[in-house]
C-alpha cells in the first residue's frame, strides 16, 4: 500500500518519485510481482516518515514504466486500475499492507448517465477554460472529451476537476456513476461562479 496526499482514479495516471527506502522496497516488490498496489489518501498526516491516518477506499495502480536513478531511488509511471476497499490494516514493516476488497462497479449505467456526461463535459471545458484566463491552468493541448462509457468517463472527469483531495475522496467512494456526475456538477458550478467573480473582480 502507498498511502499519499493525493487521490487517484481508475484510468488515471499517477509518476511516483519514490525516494523513502520503505516505498523502494515496496516498489522492488511489485516490479518483481504483477506490478500492482494500492493507493490510498492520507486523512491526516504526512507521506513521509509514517505515522499517518489513512482512508479505507482506494484504487490499485498498476506499474506502467519504471526508472532507477544512480542512487536507488525510483521513478515510477502508474495508471489506476480498480477500486479498492481495505479490510484491515497490517503491519508497516517493511512497508505499509493491508488486507483488501476489490469494488465491484455497476454492470450497467441509468439511461440519465449518459446526459449527465454531456454535461459535466461541458462544465469541465468551461472551468478549464476559466483557470486558463486566470493564468492558473495552461490551455489544453487538445479538446476535452470524456470517454463514451459513462462509468469511465466519471472517473475520467473527476480526474480531471481542479478540486482539492477531500472532494476528490468522495467522489472516488461513490459506487454510483450518476452520483458521481452529480457531485461533480455542483462542485464545478460552484468554482465556475468563483471563477466568473475573479475575472469580473481582476
Known sequence: M??????????????????EPRYRELAETCLRGD????????ERGREVGGG?????????????????????????????????????????DPYPRAEVDLLAEPKRTP????AQRDGVERLLVRVL???GELGRRAPAA???RLDPDPLRASFEAAA???????????????????DRFE????????????LQFRLADG
Open 52 to 92: 499517518d491516518s489513512r482512508f479505507s477506499v482506494g484504487t490499485v495502480a498498476r506499474i506502467v514504466e519504471a526508472a532507477r536513478t544512480p542512487d536507488g531511488r525510483y521513478l515510477l509511471a502508474t495508471e489506476g486500475v480498480e477500486r479498492l476497499r481495505v479490510r484491515r490494516w497490517l503491519s508497516d
Open 2 to 19: 502507498f498511502p499519499l496526499g493525493t487521490v487517484l482514479f481508475p484510468n488515471a495516471e499517477l509518476p511516483l518519485h519514490v525516494f
Open 160 to 178: 480531471r476537476a481542479p478540486i482539492g483531495p477531500l472532494d476528490a475522496q468522495r467522489l472516488l467512494e461513490l459506487d454510483d456513476p450518476c
Open 35 to 42: 506490478g500492482r498496489f494500492g493507493v490510498v489518501l492520507i
Open 183 to 194: 457531485q461533480l456538477e455542483v462542485m464545478l458550478n460552484d468554482e465556475a461562479e468563483l
Open 129 to 131: 477554460a476559466l483557470s
Open 111 to 114: 439511461a440519465r448517465a449518459s
Open 142 to 144: 487538445e479538446p476535452i
